[in-house]
T-cell receptor, first 118, second 115 residues
């Protein structure tokens, strides 16, 4: 079974600075997807960024980027120029690739609570 | 935009009551999921469905059942609510078989308190 570990229950960062959230996972699969989801206080969970395991290039979405190290099974999230609106719970998640006709299951880490301070 | 809605944001029930949590998505997604979220435990999958009338157990199905009579609607049922089922319940959907994206889209959540 796959597991996802987020070793930092809470983190804080000053506005405009850069912060990195850690995530490691354990799997015997070779083809899979990795995600970072964000859950702001009392608001809906939304996707921040996703990475296909077969792609060597790290995904980037504006101020959000990942450092994907497949051999080390590591998938960290870097937030540049942190903003107050980045304050949220961040969840790392794993999904193994399922051939057409199958179903998808996300395995989540326990989350990291990020606070951006003014 | 994908929209996933849940019938209630907050719900208070008594031990032993039968509880229905409803989830509706408007993007013709094939897959739907129910999670519960507890502090320090993250999200845990209760049940999921990849087609109408189809369901599969997730990691913590005990004490729950589900129903999917229509593609857009996925219901979570607590047959006899207990205090240890007090939690935040999140519904999600994803496009499913043969589609390009595998991203799951989440509803706003239902915070259930069982007294």
């Amino acid at each position: 079974a796959q597991t996802v570990t987020q070793s930092q229950p809470e983190m804080s960062v000053q506005e405009a600075e850069t912060v990195t959230l850690s995530c490691t996972y354990d799997t015997s699969e070779n083809n899979y997807y990795l995600f970072w989801y964000k859950q702001p206080p009392s608001r809906q969970m939304i996707l921040v960024i996703r990475q296909e395991a077969y792609k060597q290039q790290n995904a980037t979405e504006n101020r959000f980027s990942v450092n994907f190290q497949k051999a080390a099974k590591s998938f960290s999230l870097k937030i540049s120029d942190s903003q107050l609106g980045d304050t949220a719970m961040y969840f790392c998640a794993f999904m193994k690739h399922v051939p057409q006709g199958g179903s998808e299951k996300l395995v989540f880490g326990k989350g990291t609570k990020l606070t951006v301070n003014p | 935009d994908v929209k996933v809605t849940q019938s209630s944001r907050y719900l208070v029930k008594r031990t032993g009551e039968k509880v229905f949590l409803e989830c509706v998505q408007d993007m013709d997604h094939e897959n739907m999921f129910w999670y519960r979220q507890d502090p320090g435990l993250g999200l845990r999958l209760i049940y999921f469905s990849y087609d109408v009338k189809m369901k599969e157990k997730g990691d913590i199905p005990e004490g729950y059942s589900v129903s999917r009579e229509k593609k857009e609607r996925f219901s979570l049922i607590l047959e006899s609510a207990s205090t240890n089922q007090t939690s935040m319940y999140l519904c999600a959907s994803s496009p499913g078989r043969g589609r390009v994206t595998d991203t799951q889209y989440f509803g706003p959540g239902t915070r259930l308190t069982v007294l």
